[in-house]
T-cell receptor
């Protein structure tokens, strides 16, 4: 069965500092991985997906199949990046998402 | 373009009761997925509906059931409520497309409290 692990429940960094949110997965097939974000009082929304190899709001994430990781990185954190971040893996006949338990990122001024 | 909407926003029930939650998919979306998010956890997949039929199911008992209507809106029904059913229930819709590559768009959720 698939599993997504986010080892940090809480992460605080200062504005301008680099940030890395960790995500590890367990899946026997070829993984499709995503990062979702939930800002305060807003709904869950897609931030980026590995297949697109894109940078959104300065965030990037690289799939490392050897380490089964999909860490989210940003070189210079901004206060508006403060939010709950969820890593997710898509699988199954319904292409359903399996989420990690989330990391609450706080960017301090 | 209207996003995914859910009703009600909050609900309080007692053990043993039944509840129905509703979801209107985003315009043009024909697939609806339901997730349960317990406090401090990530969302957990319940089931998905496509063309009015269940298209996949997570590890939830049969007392969790659903419907999808011809306009693609959906209901989640939970019978014989238990205390552990207290959670945020999220609905997500996705557009038609190829190979299941489509993004899921989430609604704001319904918070259910079972006393």
């Amino acid at each position: 069965a698939q599993r997504v692990t986010q080892p940090e429940k809480l992460l605080s960094v200062f504005k301008g500092a680099p940030v890395e949110l960790k995500c590890n997965y367990s899946y026997s097939g070829s993984p499709e991985l995503f990062w979702y974000v939930q800002y305060s009082r807003q709904r869950l929304q897609l931030l980026l997906r590995h297949i697109s190899r894109e940078s959104i709001k300065g965030f990037t994430a690289d799939l490392n199949k050897g380490e089964t990781s999909f860490h989210l990185k940003k070189p210079f954190a901004q206060e508006e990046d403060s939010a709950m971040y969820y890593c997710a893996l898509r699988s199954g006949s319904a292409r359903q998402l399996t989420f990690g338990s989330g990391t609450q990122l706080t960017v301090l001024p | 373009e209207t996003g995914v909407t859910q009703s009600p926003t909050h609900l309080i029930k007692t053990r043993g009761q039944q509840v129905t939650l509703r979801c209107s998919s985003q315009s043009g979306h024909n697939t609806v997925s339901w997730y349960q998010q317990a406090l401090g956890q990530g969302p957990q997949f319940i089931f998905q509906y496509y063309r009015e039929e269940e298209n996949g199911r997570g590890n939830f008992p049969p007392r969790f059931s659903g419907l999808q209507f011809p306009n693609y809106s959906s209901e989640l029904n939970v019978n014989a409520l238990e205390l552990d059913d207290s959670a945020l229930y999220l609905c997500a819709s996705s557009p038609p497309g190829r190979g299941g590559q489509e993004t899921q768009y989430f609604g704001p959720g319904t918070r259910l409290l079972v006393l």
